[in-house]
DNA sequence: TACATCACG
DNA sequence: ACGTACGTGATGTAG
């Protein structure tokens, strides 16, 4: 037996918004409306179990009863953004349940319904409409019953025709001739003034309907005659108003509402992100929940150690592994120190401690199946575990497969990819945490060999879980390509140039430590002398008493623990006092000494006289990579006294060369790809410089008479473009009006009509995904962007608009990267790639290779990716990295 | 360990 | 009206 659930969806999450307290999920998300709604849902479905459900919803602003009376619905609060921001997400959670929804421009939810119970009732389908609104009575049958919600969301109460007789006196219909008399406030329909429910329904059921009491005026008496002889046409327009329309045009066949209950797993997830914990336990979504809740599986593998199986065992173990995890301690894998391994091969997981691999005959079948680029791996953070390996002289080769790699591509933005993390997060059965078995802190320790073997294989086949559940949803997410084909092969390009390092010469930086220091100690002496006291510049804290309040300088910028002193406090603050110039000179210089000098050649290995930095592939919410231990990637350039230290990254060959080639414009160049603005396009096909092109448009000026000045507020305003424009960031950045700064703006938006319209659409494709993705399909997650609050919705969107041109230029000198390393061993050079700087890579090259490598790498570079608007790499060499500008 | 600051693209 | 530019890592101070 066919049964239909027609709810009311605008009515239904208004009644929920106000009928419960204010709760958000601990993004800041507000979900009571949400919560109420689907609590009544799960109500529903349990006592009615409808064969077919829909929710309808109002579309649109204007209706056609805004023809007939425009101040339908006037006067209205505007809807609190706690709530619509709810929309989209039931709208989202809609799609979990498996509901159908409808809405139609033109035509409120009402009239679906309206239409939809029609055609139930011509049927003869039994039908339930849900809904806050009063109104819709007028759809009651025989076969539709009006469930109106009562007080709160949960309870409802149901009429069929009967029991609007009992209630009212009144046959459904006469439902709509009630509100022509009289009216309704939150519709903004008049009926006629004075009369309410009593007196409406004293005259219906003396004359029957609006029209009868108007021809039977005649009839009344005293004030009563005088009102309606007064307000006869807005009550027939009331009437009209609030007559539901019960032939709207459906696009759809009613057997797209059929319903067939909900997927655990979608419904599950859905509920997790709004954290509806109480609602999943209640229906049983535990199971597959969070992560303390999946109890350790029974273990259904034997944890076997190298000396205890046979080495023809190990031999073959090794040959037919799922999966490897190789344990190191330490942040930094140059310098960390290997635990042991497992390997997980059907029923047997097979561990090898640090000890086993080192010492012993018995490790020659281990190590030479590490060594085997035939035989693939599929790990655990490999690109880690290379490095550490590579310190002990073992060569790891064959990766096929990196799971944290994979997670890390899944959820960009997740900052802890540990195993017992990830493991919960894709709901697999538990494992322990790294903090659980060794401790933290202090307390640190590795624990006795047979609790080792057992954590290090849990490990292994917690590896082992993830693959499938991985690779499944690369695949899903269009990513499996960009896992195997760019990211995987660029974490064994990464490792080759973590290896090689790049020379730093320590006497160079010994000097220019030593001409800092003398410099650093005139600026505190001068200092001190201004202050009339010594005190630590350092100190923030400590600083901002003598500025603020010893100097009496004017405090206008504040942070969380007291004064600002920032370089751009003092730089505002310069003309006051001269000791202000004196500080922010110390500064730079004590950056210089700290950072660059004392932090670089604390970098420098004593074994290779070069320093290895790290390359971390999974960090970036972009895609881009970061580098640690030393950070390569911020080495000073701005200014010269910081360039110097760049004097000290010199080749590790004598006679060879430090080349560098950098990325022209890379992102606004991916700009003009991806909003296909023909405008900016044509700017880089003729290779017009893009910041005069930008300023003779937003001026309206000739390219002659673009001045320096013009030039460096378009530069800005270009970059204010890539990061997500604001008028407020960009009057900021500018030092001018917020006015001019929206002028600026607009001015740009009307030459460059395109990249609004990207900017704009990229927000609205973020909404309805949920996230953003660049040119290879690297995605990223972006839940802030229905975000009540401003500030966190408006960061979400600058988001959405840089993250596409973000990523896409760091998935572009990925590629660059990977072809480069191809050539390279292609030609059989001895040139290296040594460092990645987000739009530069840097090589040593020996001098019979330099004249090829010119050509080649920027020629590399422009071709990694095709695209509508070509892409240029410009080159540079020199003795050491300074001279390569 | 959190915060402020500043180096880079 | 709201108040920020996007993405990182290293250092020193202070609780």
Partial sequence: MAKWILIDGNSIIYRAFFALPPLTNSAGLHTNAVYGFTTMLLKLIEEEKPTHMLVAFDAGKTTFRHEGYAEYKGGREKTPTELSEQFPILKELLKSFGIAQYELPGYEA????????????????????????????QLASDNVTIALTRKGISEVERYNPAEIKERYGLTPLQIIDLKGLMGDTSDNIPGIPGVGEKTALKLLHEFGSVEAVIAGVNELKGKMKEKVEEHQESAVMSKKLATIYREVPLEHESDELAYSGYDDAALGDAFRKLEFKSLIERLGLSAAGSAADVPAAEANYEVVSLSGLPADEVTELLRASESIYIEAIGDNPHQSRLIGIAVASGDRILTVTYDELMGTTLSAPVRAWLEDANAPKKGYDLHKAELTLHWMGIDLRGVALDTMLAAYLLDPTDTSLTLAALISRYKLASIQSDEAVYGKGAKFQVPGSDVLAAHLAAKADAVRRLIPVLTDELEKGHMSKLCYELEQPLAVVLAGMEKQGIKVNPAVLEDLGAELERNIAQYMSDIYTHAGMEFNINSPRQLGEVLFEKLGLPAWKKTKTGYSTDAEVLEKLAPYHEIVGMILHYRQLAKLQSTYVEGLLKEIRRDTGKVHTYYRQTIAATGRLS?????????PIRLEEGRRIRKAFVPSEPGWTILAADYSQIELRVLAEISGDENMKEAFIKDIDIHTKTAMDVFGVTPDQVDSNMR????????????????????????????????FKEQYFAAFQGVRAYMDNIVVQARENGYVTTLLDRRRYLPDIHASNFNIRSFAERTAMNTPIQGTAADIIKLAMVNMDKEIRARGLRSRMLLQVHDELVFEVPQEEL???????????????????????????????????
């Fill in 627 to 635: 580098s640690q231990f030393p950070n390569l990637q911020n080495i």
């Fill in 110 to 137: 009402d009239d679906i319904i309206g239409t939809l119970s029609r055609i139930a009732d011509e049927g003869g389908v039994e039908t339930v409409v849900v809904s806050g609104d009063k109104d819709m009575l």
């Fill in 851 to 885: 004249e090829l490598m010119k050509t080649l790498v920027p020629q590399v570079m422009a071709s990694a990716l095709k695209l509508d608007v070509p892409l240029r790499a410009d080159v540079s060499y020199g003795d050491n990295w300074y001279e390569a500008k």
């Fill in 712 to 743: 460096r507020q378009a530069k800005a305003v270009n970059f204010g473009i890539v990061y997500g424009i604001s008028d407020f960031g960009l009057s900021n950045n500018l030092n001018i009006t917020r006015d001019e700064a929206a002028r």
